[in-house]
């Protein structure tokens, strides 16, 4: 681990105009690609199953939603391979080159989705098709995190860190605004009929100008400071992957446990909460969507709030409170769902993102904290990634098997109760990593130490 520097001095250090091009770019990349993944997520429980599993939906229709739902988490499970491999060339070729990447690849596979043929045009090769795009979004998922939320722990004032940090974080409610916000318009000025034949397309279409956007302020962005440091190092991250899991096993292993919980809700926020209430509940699609949009800003507002709270009280205290927020909030969600009404169906989701928040806001500044720099990028990205399937990938799948079999929504209350306790245990092991030094000083003077022979080789580099 490495060392700590709590005594530093607590200074209120200015942004500077570097530090606010760099939380642009990470802010703006991983809204876009948010953006991406969610208008799939939630166009997957309106208007895909018809459209691309024609012959299931017509036979089986509870069926059709929940292999609709299922979509959603294959991408997940190819997010470690795209960390692998993002985290593997970006801790070789830097943060930036791999942002720029994978905002273009998650972008194209997004449009590529809106022209897509539906199985009524070309049968089986329809959903075969959608599931391959959605590979590669998922492929593009998994190295997006890792890289935006180093881009800004790293540029971060120590003191400010978990601030920083929750820049990257709110791309996730901002892109949910959006994409809901965008599918709410088009429920209001198409028809039902227009939506499902050719409305649906259009959400997934606007990322193209979306990425465009993107990738002008992401080049634009200056390489991180710490990779910088790498650059002249190349000798102690030879093999980031492989050192990766001979020596931090346990720090993946808590990172994935202390995310399962905060993903599996969101995705029932995300995903499920709009099926189910359009769906099992028939209630107004616009209302619904509109109610989500506007929940989805204390989403915003309170991951913010809890990247600068766990500045001042830890990473670890923020975290157990907002999962234990979430946990209490479970089964008294589901009750006001469950009346039908819409005002109270969006101050559920409301009081949800309060908890989501608190334990969403200081992830990329403790998980950038639990790694030492030469697999730091790998680390963060390879947990966040199965961190995700173990939590979001299926949960809305799982959360509409469990309605189904119970018959009682407050069942998926206890899952995902279940998997915060889960979280609270993981982040509560992990310990607090607030103030950690992040620099690879220490470990550079240790590595020439025990390998005087590279300290000619390094000495000419610098």
């Known amino acids: 681990m490495s060392a700590r520097t709590d005594t530093a001095p607590r200074t209120r250090e200015r942004i500077g105009a570097e530090e606010r091009k760099v939380l642009a770019g990470t802010l703006a990349g991983t809204t876009i690609e948010w953006y991406d993944f969610f208008i799939y997520a939630q166009a997957a429980g309106l208007v895909l199953a018809p459209l ?94 890792g890289g935006a939320a180093l881009m800004s722990v790293e540029h971060a004032p120590l003191h400010r860190r978990g601030l920083f940090g929750a820049y990257p974080q709110i791309g996730v409610p901002i892109g949910m605004i959006l994409a809901t916000g965008v599918l709410w318009a088009l429920s209001t000025v198409t028809t039902p009929e227009q939506f499902q034949s050719w409305g649906w397309r259009i959400p997934f279409l606007f990322s193209v100008v979306l990425i465009v956007i993107g ?37 993946v292993v808590l990172t994935a446990l202390i995310f399962v919980a905060n993903n599996a809700a969101g995705y029932l926020l995300i995903a499920f909460f709009i099926a189910y ?46 999962y234990a927020l979430v946990f209490a909030w479970m089964i008294p969600l589901f009750l006001l769902i469950d009346t039908r009404n819409t005002w109270l169906y969006g101050l559920a989701l409301f009081l949800l993102t309060i908890g989501l928040g ?3 806001g200081p992830m990329s500044a403790m998980y950038a904290e639990m790694f030492p720099v030469s697999v730091r990028y790998s680390g963060v990205s390879i947990g966040y990634a199965l961190g995700a399937i173990l939590g979001g990938a299926f949960a809305p799948m799982i959360a509409q098997l469990l309605l189904q079999s119970t018959g009682w929504s407050g069942s998926v209350g206890l899952y995902t109760m279940a998997l915060c306790v889960v979280s609270f245990v993981a982040v509560t092991v992990a310990g607090e990593t607030r103030g950690n030094n992040l620099r690879v000083a220490e470990a550079h003077e240790q590595y020439l130490r025990e390998h005087p022979e590279a300290a000619d080789e390094l000495g000419r580099r610098a």
């Open 52 to 145: 691309f599993l024609a012959p299931v939906s017509q036979d089986a229709p509870g069926l059709a939603t929940v292999l609709s739902l299922a979509t959603i988490g294959i991408s997940f499970l190819f997010r470690p391979l795209g960390a692998i491999v993002a985290g593997r060339l970006g801790d070789r070729l830097g943060r930036k080159r791999m942002l720029v990447f994978t905002l273009v690849l998650m972008g194209a596979a997004t449009a590529l989705i809106g022209l897509l043929p539906t199985y009524e045009t070309i049968g089986v090769a329809a959903p075969a098709l959608l599931i391959l795009l959605r590979i590669l979004q998922g492929f593009s998922a998994g190295g997006e995190w």
């Open 277 to 322: 209430a359009t769906g099992t509940l028939e209630m107004p699609r616009a209302s619904v969507l509109l109610a989500t949009t506007l929940a989805s800003f204390g989403w915003l507002v309170f991951t913010m709030y809890g990247g600068a709270l766990s500045d001042r009280i830890g990473r670890v205290r923020t975290f157990q409170i907002g």
């Open 215 to 251: 990738y002008l302020i992401r080049r634009a962005v200056e390489e991180s400071p710490v990779f910088k440091e790498m650059q002249l190092r190349k000798k102690e991250s030879s093999a980031p992957l492989r050192d990766l899991f001979r020596h931090n096993t346990r720090q």
């Open 358 to 360: 608190l334990s969403y």
